[in-house]
Every structure is written in C-alpha cells, then in structure tokens.
C-alpha cells in the first residue's frame, strides 16, 4: 500500500471510529457465528447490543447457560497499544472480558484476536492496582490531562494471545 493510501486510512480511522467500529463488532459476531455454526449447527450463539454504554460493556454473549459481557477495543495490524482502559465496575461482572480486536489496515479484515477475562460466570482478574486512566483529550485547568479514577489501564501483555476466532471462541466458552 502506497503512502498516501495508508495515511488516507489513518486519517479515516480516526475520523469514522464509530463507523470502524460497528464493521469490525459485526465482523467479529460472524466468525463466531461460523466457528459455533462449524460446531453445533443447532446452537444457537445469541448476541445482544448494549444499548447505552453506562457499565462498560458492548456486547454480550451467550451459548447455553454461559454469558459473556464483551467489551470491544480495536486495533491495527501496523500498532499495538501497550494498555488497555477498563472500567473498575465492568471488571467485577460475572463473565466480563475485553477482546482486543486486530485487523488490516488495508481492508478492515479481522487478523487476530486478544482476551481479558476468567472463566465464564467468573469476574476478571482484579485489575484495581493497574494505573488509573487518563480521559483523552480532556485536561485540568493547568493543561494535565484528567484521571478517570473509576478506570484502570490494562497492559495487553496480560491479555492472551493472539488467538485466531476459534481460539477466541475456546476461551469465551471452554
């Protein structure tokens, strides 16, 4: 890819973030549709939409008995954040979990896949001694940036992966 395409999709993924976004949650939902299609055509993975974002989570997942509270973040196959942000109350929900989701700069297309999480039913490892978050964009009057006090930054070392979407899918519902 030329450079004034890569720098025309930088510039887009800041600017369509929500548009990049709701691409890659369906994109993900239909892998593991597939993978759970592939296992069990007559299992069902059902998925709700979290209508307002208050607790944190984006999606939730379920197959049989176990749930799963997805939180979403996105990344591209040319950066990895070194941190995740997390919200304090989101990490104590039974089966609550973030899923970092990498894909091709070029084309949108899902690559890999990390994971935060327990077991199903299970909270998150305690994350309450991991730095608390700074608010983007957000500064104090003397130009700092503002501490989200209820949110803690999860280093993607502790995540595990990369996971292709079936590996994913083991670990949301072993």
Known sequence: MNSTKREQRLKALAERSSYVENVLTHALVAELSSVMWQRDPMKPLQVFNSEVDDLGFDLVLTVGSLSRYVQLKQTHDEKVPMHCSVRLSFSNLPGACVVLMSHSIASLQLREFRF????????MPLIDDFKVSRAPGRRTADGEQKLRSNYRNVPVKEFRGPLSAAQLFDVLFP
Do not use: I
């Open 116 to 123: 935060f999480g327990a077991l199903p039913n299970e909270p």
